[in-house]
């Protein structure tokens, strides 16, 4: 299966950290990430986890919900989390999947469907794949596919910067893709100036506060004029 940008998130219930969740209801009405990993007790991704972690509030400010995902069972991402915290100073403060049989590994495309029915015995190699990142809106839409190894400040810019793009078209009612034409120029000028999309989240913050009934319509002069 394989997911594009606008498609429904699928839907799933699976055990995790904090017991078990059913995908779109723990949604709810809020935006989330959902980020993946090949296997727990790897050498990059505990920093990955960790940064988030540190991370979680600005998440959280920018409403935002956080949820990762391993194949390995849960049992085994409780251990990880204490490793996380002992080597990152800060255990995962979001739920953590445990994706045993591969279901939503496959659900979301990042794993064949042909493959085996069991996290038993893989290894990071074989689950090398697994490590997609979605950003999915409060109307279940995929706005955002990482296909990468990102990490934590990587994500914290792109979420502001799906959610900014949402409330323009809301605001004017503008095409998708012409806005996405344009976000790309804006974000090509901020990158050529040195700044990225933290900065249009913070003045979109700044006029939220100033001016809370005119911020969304006003932002769009940010990414059309880039300024």
């Known amino acids: 299966m394989s997911l594009r940008i606008g498609d429904t998130a699928p839907d799933f219930t699976a055990q995790r950290t904090d017991g078990t969740i059913a995908f779109h209801q723990w949604l709810g009405d809020s935006w989330g990430m959902l980020f993946s990993h090949p296997k727990d007790f790897t050498p990059v991704c505990p920093t ?34 204490k490793d996380i915290e002992e080597t990152q100073g800060a255990a995962p403060n979001y739920p953590l999947i445990g994706d045993t049989e591969l279901h939503v590994s496959k659900l979301y ?49 792109s979420a502001p910067g799906d959610r900014l793009a949402a409330a323009h078209r809301e605001a004017q009612g503008l095409d998708a893709g012409k806005l996405a034409t344009r976000r790309g120029r804006h974000h090509f000028r901020q990158r050529e100036r040195g700044r990225g999309p933290q900065d249009v989240s913070r003045w979109l913050e700044t006029a939220k506060a100033l001016h809370p009934d005119r911020a969304a319509a006003g932002a769009v002069g940010v990414v059309r004029d880039g300024r």
């Not at 190699?125 to 990587?154: F, W």
Request: glycine content about 10%.
């Open 109 to 157: 495309g990042m794993l064949p469907a042909a493959a085996e029915t069991s996290s038993d015995g893989r290894t990071a190699a074989d689950n090398q794949t697994v490590r997609n990142i979605y950003l999915i809106g409060p109307d279940k839409k995929i706005k955002l596919v990482i296909v990468s190894d990102e990490h934590g400040a990587e994500l914290r810019r």
């Open 48 to 81: 990955e986890l960790g940064a988030l972690a540190h991370l979680k509030p600005e998440f959280d400010r920018r409403g935002v919900k956080l949820i990762g995902l391993s194949v390995d069972p849960v049992d085994r991402h409780h251990g990880w989390a």
